[in-house]
Structures are given as C-alpha cells and as structure tokens.
C-alpha cells in the first residue's frame, strides 16, 4: 500500500521538526501532495511530527491514475502521457504504473531520475474543507484519515 500526503496548512505557527518533516517529504507549499509507500523507514515519524499541517490516507489505484494524468509533471512543467511511460518506463500505460506505485512494485518519489517531479501541485477542495483545518480527523482535517484520502484528494484535482 502507498501513501498520499497532502499538506494543508501553511509555514506559520509550525514548529521546527513539522517544518524539517516537510521538508523532507518535499511538501514545501501548502495543496502538494507526495506519493510514499507505508513501508519506507522513519515514514511514521515523519508523519507524527508533521500531522500538524498534513494529511494522509491509503491511496487506491484510481486515485493514483487520476492524479498522474491531470497533475503528474516533467520537468520543464510537461505532463506525464501514455507515450511517455511507454518509452521511459517501458509500462504499457499510465493505468499500469499506478497500479504499481499502489503495490509499491515502483516508487513514485524515485521517478525523479527519469525527469518526473515528486510531487503534484492542487487546488483547493472543490466545495472547500468540511470540518477545521486546524484540528485531527475525524473533527477535524488533519493527521491520518485512511481511505477517505481518495475522496478529498479527488476534489482537489
């Protein structure tokens, strides 16, 4: 399983180890998401400390697929296409690599030696943020919220 880090809020009133955490996640602006896999070392950690002003879930294969196509990007700002990933990644299909990176097959952070940023840059939720920004799932935004990622994650694209 893979997961989708998406942070929320912004550089102020963040301690200094949320503000490293970040950093190390390479979530530098607010509405950025990261892929990682659940199993990668110090991930939990880096979680805890940055739950402040991120949230996190389990991705599923759609959401990853989605993602790629509208907000996957290469250097120079192109997008990630199908002809693309056949060429480089000798994949057939964006579908496929994002089944991959869900069954950490491929991971999505080391993409960037082939020219693929590592991250996806969003808007804000459609319809905006249900509940406070300021405070843990499930009252508010905030820390890990598992499968409901998807849903927040989509209205993002």
Known sequence: MAYIIVRIRGEPDQRPEARKAMEE??????????IYPETLPGITGLLKT????VTWGEADVGTVEQLIRVRGRLIGDKPITDDWVRERLKLSSIAELAQKIVNNEIHYYKLDRYGVKPFFRLHPPSGGFKRSVKRLYPY??????????NGLVLRMI
């Open 25 to 34: 996640l390479r979530l530098r602006r607010i509405f950025v998401a990261t």
């Open 140 to 149: 508010g935004e905030l820390g890990y919220r598992g499968k409901e990622i």
């Open 50 to 53: 940055a739950q402040s002003a």
